[in-house]
T-cell receptor, first 114, second 113 residues
Framework: QQQVKQSPQSLIVQKGGISIINCAYE??????FPWYQQFPGKGPALLIA?????SEKKEGRFTISFNKSAKQFSLHIMDSQPGDSATYFC?????????????FGTGTRLTIIP | DGGITQSPKYLFRKEGQNVTLSCEQN?????MYWYRQDPGQGLRLIYY???????QKGDIAEGYSVSREKKESFPLTVTSAQKNPTAFYLC????????????FGEGSRLTVL
C-alpha cells in the first residue's frame, strides 16, 4: 500500500515535444504529491507538487494532472528542451499514515534530443 | 546561502572498512534523512531523524548507523556489515517530519574496492 509505481523507466523525446511521465498509488491516505528533478551527479530538487483537491497544476512548461478516482497522477513537460534532460521522481506522502515520510517512485530518465 | 552540504563527494573504501559520510544543514530544519540511490531502484530511505538525539530506521538500515547530536548534523556510517555499499548517498532535510518538500545535498559517491 505504500508503493508508488512510476513509468516509463526511460523516455526519449524530441525537442519541442511533450514528455509525459505517469505514477500510480494505492494508499488513499496520500495527500501530497510532489515531483522531483535530478540532474546527473546532483541531488534531486522539488519541481512541482499537487494536493488531491485539484485536478491540475501548472507551473510554466510543467503540469501535473491528478486523477483521484484512478489513483494516478502524471507530469507533462510541454515544449521539452535539452535542458530538461534529467531523472524525474514522483512521490507521495500522508501525514496520517504513521511515520510520515515520502514514498518515491523508481524514477524516469528523460532524454530530450535535438 | 542556506543548504545541505555533504562530504566527501567521492570516497573509495577497501572491503572491511567503516566509512562516515558527513551531512550538515544550515536551514534550521528539524528533520533529516539519508537515502541510497542505485540505478533503476530510485531513492531508498536508510535512516531519518525528526529531532536531535532521536532517529529511526528506514527501509534499508542494515549495515548503517547514524547519530544526531546536533540539529545541523546527521552523519552516516557505512559499516563493514553492509554487503553492497557501493552507491550514491543522498542526505536531505525538511522543515519538519511529514513535510513533503525535501532539500537534498549534492550526494556522496562511495565505491568499495
Amino acid at each position: 500500500q505504500q508503493q508508488v509505481k512510476q513509468s516509463p523507466q526511460s523516455l526519449i523525446v524530441q525537442k519541442g515535444g511533450i514528455s509525459i511521465i505517469n505514477c500510480a498509488y494505492e494508499n488513499t491516505a496520500f495527500d501530497y504529491f510532489p515531483w522531483y528533478q535530478q540532474f546527473p551527479g546532483k541531488g534531486p530538487a522539488l519541481l512541482i507538487a499537487i494536493r488531491p483537491d485539484v485536478s491540475e497544476k501548472k507551473e510554466g512548461r510543467f503540469t501535473i494532472s491528478f486523477n483521484k478516482s484512478a489513483k494516478q497522477f502524471s507530469l507533462h513537460i510541454m515544449d521539452s528542451q535539452p535542458g530538461d534532460s534529467a531523472t524525474y521522481f514522483c512521490a507521495a506522502i500522508s501525514p496520517y499514515f504513521g511515520n510520515e515520510k515520502l514514498t518515491f517512485g523508481t524514477g524516469t530518465r528523460l532524454t530530450i534530443i535535438p | 546561502d542556506g543548504g545541505i552540504t555533504q562530504s566527501p563527494k567521492y570516497l573509495f573504501r577497501k572491503e572491511g572498512q567503516n566509512v562516515t559520510l558527513s551531512c550538515e544543514q544550515n536551514l534550521n530544519h528539524d528533520a533529516m534523512y539519508w537515502y541510497r540511490q542505485d540505478p533503476g531502484q530510485g531513492l531508498r530511505l536508510i535512516y531519518y531523524s525528526q529531532i536531535v538525539n532521536d532517529f529511526q530506521k528506514g527501509d534499508i538500515a542494515e549495515g548503517y548507523s547514524v547519530s544526531r547530536e546536533k540539529k545541523e548534523s546527521f552523519p552516516l556510517t557505512v559499516t563493514s556489515a553492509q554487503k553492497n555499499p557501493t552507491a550514491f548517498y543522498l542526505c536531505a532535510s525538511s522543515i519538519a517530519q511529514g513535510a513533503g518538500e525535501l532539500f537534498f545535498g549534492e550526494g556522496s559517491r562511495l565505491t568499495v574496492l
